[in-house]
Each structure stands twice: as structure tokens, then as C-alpha cells.
């Protein structure tokens, strides 16, 4: 970890300027965002608390300059899990704003990180689909070709719909859920606010939220436990909070793995095995970012001569 100069001076403006949005100064460490963070979830390279922590001692030289401002994926988790509504996502893209304005990195960098997304996305919905055929691919040797290819031809095949039966009925009950956890799926017209706040939906053909939701409404129950996005959705709860229907999407997708858990499609060991391949194609993602870095960069700071 790279070494903490306590700076005399008062907060930069740049900070001080956004202070309020992001409610930094009500963080009291508690760790929920590192805990939150799929990024660092997965690599340990990524920890929001650190940043706010950094951000409240007015280190914005050094923040400007760490690559952990470009490894995240703009998921917003760390922000809506935490308990004193600090903003850690506000923060970073206010930062990575600042490296542009400072010319530490160039200003192509932030619609490269958003392709550089895409190709994670992509790469993840390979991986899943393969460890649901029974394979543990070697992620180095595919991630090339997973990142530049979107599932566009087995994911966007046309549906038969099916018409009610008591099978596709008992299955729509199933991802309601029951007491507390009840959520009303058939209220969902279809609006797509869910997809929009969706922070993985940048290509519908690799996972689009309304799409598993009308699929559970039409009781295609094996499409979805047979498909790899349910296993990609991050539980950031955006959708959530996005709709005006009280659709619980996130609990809807989180019910799903559990039915193609118990049913057996699935493995028994497939959520430790999805954990460790999902670190492995995120160590991709990292490595990718890091030499977007490298060649973005106009001065290299002090952190890539450590390397
Ligand atoms: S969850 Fe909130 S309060 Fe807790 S460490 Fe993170 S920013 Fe601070
Ligand atoms: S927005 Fe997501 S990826 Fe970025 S720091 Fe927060 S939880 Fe991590
Ligand atoms: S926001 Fe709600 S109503 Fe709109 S498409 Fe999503 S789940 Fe359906
Ligand atoms: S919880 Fe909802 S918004 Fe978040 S990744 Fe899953 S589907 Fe998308």
C-alpha cells in the first residue's frame, strides 16, 4: 500500500466542493463498502472505505493518481449498502474527473474504462455459461476471445412462449417468494427504468434485467435457470430502488439462484466454483485496466515505479 502524507493544508476546493454530495465527513470506517465492493470482493485490489478515508484527509494528490479510481465498475453497491449514506461512487467519479482536468490521465481514458467494462461483462457471461456446462475453463487462455464476443447468438434466440399450465403458475409463485420477501412481479409493465439504473446492463444481449423478469412472468422457468446472467447480476439493488411498481428485482434474481440451486440444475459446489472463476476473470479485468493506465498516463506517478 502506497504511503499516506498527511497534507498541512486545508481541503482542496475541488474536494471541499463536493464534499456535501458525497457525505464523506459522516464515514466512521466501519468497512460495509470494502465488504459491498465486487471488485474488491473478488481481487482485493479495490477498497472504497480507503478512498473516503483518504478523501477526508484531503489526499487528493495521491487519489488522483491511484489506478483503484479506474478499477471500479460504477456499480453504486458500496453507496447504497452504506449505513451513513456516504457516497464512495460520487467520490471516484469526481476523482477520475480531476486526473482528466490535471492531465495525469488522458480524457479517452473514461470511455475506455466503459469498453473495458463491456469486455468484462462479456468474458463473465463466458464463464458462467461454461461453468454451467461442467467445465473450470483456464480464464488467461479465453479471455481474449470472451471479451470481444457478446452472447449475442445463443442468448438472443427467439422464445416460445408457453401458455399457462400449472407448471409455469407454481414457478411464478416460486419468484414471488413469500412473506417479507413477497415481490409483485406481475405488476411490472415494462418501463425499463430497471434496465436504465442497471449498472451491468450496457449490452442488453449480455444482461438486461427486464428481460429475466418478463421471462419469470411468463413461467419460462428453464430459460432463466439454465441461463448464465442470473449468475452475473451484482445484487447492487438499483433496479429496486428504481421502480415504481415495487418490483424486487434484485431479491427476484437472488430467488432464482436459490431455485436452480435446489432443483439441481446447477451443482451443489457451483457457487464456490462461480466465486473462484469470477476472481480469475476479474484479475483479467484489473490487468486490462492497468495497462489502459500505463498508456493513458502523461507523467507516471509515483505508484507505477513501485510496481
Ligand atoms: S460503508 Fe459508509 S460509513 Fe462504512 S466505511 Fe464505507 S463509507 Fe464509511
Ligand atoms: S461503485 Fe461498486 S465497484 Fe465502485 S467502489 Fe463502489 S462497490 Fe466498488
Ligand atoms: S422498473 Fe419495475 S415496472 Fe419497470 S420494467 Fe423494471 S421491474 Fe418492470
Ligand atoms: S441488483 Fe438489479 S440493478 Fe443491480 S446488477 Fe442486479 S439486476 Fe442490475
Request: proline share 6%; charged share 20%.
Amino acid at each position: 500500500m502506497s504511503t499516506i502524507y498527511l497534507k498541512k493544508t486545508a481541503l482542496p476546493s475541488y474536494v471541499a466542493r463536493y464534499s456535501q454530495p458525497e457525505h464523506i465527513q459522516a464515514c466512521y470506517t466501519c468497512g460495509t463498502c470494502n465488504s459491498a465492493c465486487p471488485v474488491n470482493a473478488a481481487t482485493s485490489r479495490l477498497r472504497p472505505m480507503e478512498l473516503v478515508y483518504k478523501a477526508r484527509l484531503g489526499l487528493l494528490d495521491e487519489l488522483v493518481s491511484m489506478p483503484d479510481i479506474w478499477y471500479c465498475m460504477d456499480c453504486n453497491r458500496c453507496s447504497n449498502f452504506c449505513p451513513m449514506m456516504v457516497k464512495p461512487l460520487s467520490l471516484i467519479q469526481n476523482l477520475r474527473a480531476e486526473a482528466i482536468s490535471r492531465k495525469i490521465v488522458c480524457p479517452e481514458l473514461a470511455e475506455q474504462h466503459k469498453e473495458v467494462l463491456k469486455r468484462l461483462l462479456n468474458a463473465l457471461w463466458h464463464a458462467a455459461d461454461a461453468l454451467l456446462d461442467g467445465e473450470y475453463p483456464k480464464v488467461a487462455e479465453h479471455w481474449e476471445q470472451w471479451a470481444r464476443t457478446s452472447p449475442s447468438d445463443k442468448a438472443n434466440q427467439l422464445i416460445k412462449l408457453p401458455s399457462d399450465t400449472p407448471q409455469t403458475t407454481a414457478f411464478r409463485q416460486m419468484v414471488r417468494g413469500y412473506g417479507v420477501n413477497a415481490t409483485s412481479i406481475s405488476s411490472c409493465f415494462t418501463c425499463r427504468e430497471c434496465s436504465n439504473a442497471c449498472p451491468i446492463c450496457l449490452d442488453p444481449r449480455v444482461f438486461d434485467p427486464v428481460k429475466i423478469f418478463r421471462l419469470a412472468n411468463f413461467g419460462l422457468k428453464d430459460e432463466l435457470l439454465r441461463s448464465p446472467c442470473i449468475w452475473l447480476c451484482l445484487d447492487c439493488q438499483s433496479c429496486m430502488s428504481a421502480c415504481s411498481q415495487g418490483v424486487k428485482g434484485a431479491l427476484i434474481i437472488r430467488q432464482l439462484q436459490h431455485i436452480a440451486y435446489e432443483e439441481g440444475v446447477v451443482a451443489k459446489d457451483f457457487p464456490v466454483r462461480w466465486q473462484q472463476l469470477k476472481g480469475e476473470v476479474y484479475g483479467e479485468y484489473i490487468r486490462e485496466i492497468d495497462k489502459l493506465l500505463e498508456a493513458a498516463r502523461s507523467v507516471k506517478p509515483p505508484y507505477l515505479k513501485q510496481v
